[in-house]
């Protein structure tokens, strides 16, 4: 269970989370979180591909991600879904606040 | 030889009775008793009168002759007669037998036709109700069974029946689709809120945590304090008596150092209290945060399963009801093909009765036959008990073609009409 993120010049901030996104990564999550808020970002993908389970946690981490990093009109992207994963998602009505690729 | 045949034969038919010899022997006599008293008398006339006597004689012999002939032929006649009257009574015999069995034939005929009527009858009671029964119950059947779907089926609404079931179930699921959204949001905001609070806890600690160096910096100033009042306090002493007020004051600063350390140590222990206090509140929020959202899902996807359950079960039950609809319309057809075979009853009695009616005439000439018998046997074979078993048959023949003009010809349901009472 990990969180990597790269920055690349273009402002552009990719992160990945591996395993299950739950509390234990919330510490992690935070760092990504004031590194992303301190710089000029233009975009933020959090890409889900190799996430197994998700507990309420992660939904709030989400939520405060966009309260922070939430860029202007353009809504943070949550790529690369595992079905169930986005199911939850759809149940919790997050397709109000993200953009699903 | 002819005439002698002849003469034989003639004397041969004669037997010797009274009046034959009466007839015979009286005219010879008589001539011959007058030819003696007339040959007394003449010659010619005793010739004349001899002729006479002859040809009477003569004549009586062949009315005599003739009379025989005529009973002859009447004793043949009555030999025959006597013969076909033994062959009457032999037959009458018979007949009587005959006549009792077919009298019995009659009645048990009689019987047995009248247990046909009853037993048809009675069966035909039997079905007639059990086949409205049937059908009535088939109607009460559908009836229940239509308003259970109704009941059951969501476009009940329309027509007022906002209590039925079927809003019911569906007011359930619809308020149960809402309750799992609200779960969801509220989990939603307390994951968010709570998030926020553990960030700001996990500030908060380390803001605290900061503290602990303050207080190692502040006992590295106390326990310097102490080191340079006690270097003081030599120098003091050193000074001698000049330096006694010093050596005093050395000495109270290392007093407030030592109660300054005290003070840090009191400080280091209530934050050392903040600091567990500030995790058990993060081990609370942990908990709050941290939830399983399988639960979740399979709620969501259980409610929608069961929306599609119910349409599937309505359409199902809308397919029985109009299934059933169909069998109650046949279960319908079915009786009424029944009754209408029932009415064969009407063309079972008619017909029992017309068997009735034959028996009856039959009866009847069984017993004027049986009396014209018996007149017979009492009065013997003549014109007027032959005439009455004559008049007998042509009653008979009589009322079996009335009856034969009357009755029903026909065999199955399809033809033929009944006739009207």
Redesign the interface.
């Known amino acids: 269970m990990s969180i990597s993120f790269i920055e690349d010049s273009d402002g552009i901030f990719s992160m990945k989370i591996q395993g299950d996104f ?2 234990t990564l ?2 992690d999550f ?1 760092e990504v979180m004031s590194s992303a808020e301190s710089s000029g970002l233009s975009r933020f993908t959090v890409n889900m591909s190799d996430v197994d389970e ?4 992660a ?3 989400l ?2 991600l966009r309260d922070s990093c939430g860029v202007d009109d353009r809504k943070i992207e949550i790529a690369g879904c595992r079905p ?1 994963i986005y ?2 998602f759809m ?3 997050f397709d109000k606040y993200f953009n699903f690729i | 030889m002819e005439v002698y045949k002849f003469i034989l034969g003639f004397f041969q038919r004669f037997t010797l009775t009274d009046k034959n010899i009466l007839f015979l022997v009286l005219p010879v006599v008589l001539s011959v008793s007058f030819s003696l008293y007339l040959y007394m008398s003449s010659e010619q006339l005793l010739i004349f009168f001899s002729v006479f006597v002859s040809v009477v004689w003569l004549l009586s012999v062949l009315s005599l002759l003739k009379r025989n002939s005529r009973l002859e032929a009447a004793l043949r006649k009555e030999a025959m007669n006597l013969n076909i009257i033994n062959g009457y009574r032999d037959v009458v015999v018979g007949f009587e037998e005959v006549v009792g069995a077919i009298n019995a034939e009659m009645v048990k005929t009689e019987n047995e036709t009248a247990q046909v009527k009853g037993l048809v009858s009675g069966a035909i009671e039997g079905l007639s109700t059990s086949f409205y029964q049937l059908n009535e119950k088939s109607q009460e059947q559908k009836e229940i069974v239509g308003s259970v779907i109704e009941d059951m089926s969501s476009t009940s609404a329309s027509s007022g029946g906002g209590d039925s079931s079927a809003s019911n179930i569906n007011e359930f699921i619809e308020s149960t689709k809402e309750i799992l959204d609200h779960f969801v949001e509220n989990m939603v905001e307390t994951s968010v809120e709570s998030m926020r609070l553990v960030y700001s806890l996990d500030e908060m600690w380390e803001k605290i945590n900061k503290i602990f160096s303050v207080i190692d910096n502040l006992h590295g100033i106390s326990d310097q304090t102490n080191l340079l009042a006690l270097n003081a306090t030599i120098e003091a002493a050193r000074a001698g008596e000049y330096g006694r007020g010093f050596a005093v004051v050395a000495s109270e600063v290392r007093k407030l150092s030592m109660s300054s350390n005290e003070f840090s140590n009191d400080i280091n222990a209530m934050v050392k209290d903040a600091m567990s206090g500030i995790q058990e509140s993060r081990d609370v929020i942990k908990r709050i945060a941290a939830k399983d959202t399988n639960i979740v899902l399979t709620s969501k996807t259980r409610v929608e399963d069961m929306m599609v359950s119910i349409e599937e079960l309505q359409e199902a039950t809308n397919n029985s009801l109009s299934i059933v609809d169909d069998m109650a319309g046949d279960i319908r057809n079915s009786v009424n093909a029944a009754v209408t075979s029932l009415q064969f009853e009407d063309m079972v009695v008619q017909l029992c009765d017309h068997i009735g009616n034959r028996t009856l005439v039959v009866a009847g000439f069984i017993d004027e036959f049986e009396s014209a018998i018996d007149s017979v046997s009492k009065d013997g074979l003549g014109m007027k008990s032959l005439n009455r078993v004559k008049l007998a048959c042509d009653g008979l023949i009589e009322n079996i073609s009335s009856v034969e003009h009357k009755a029903v010809g026909q065999s199955g349901m399809g033809s033929g009409e009944a006739e009207l009472f």
């Open positions: 739950d509390y919330h510490e935070r998700m507990d309420s946690s939904l709030g981490m939520l405060l169930e199911a939850l149940t919790a009505n």
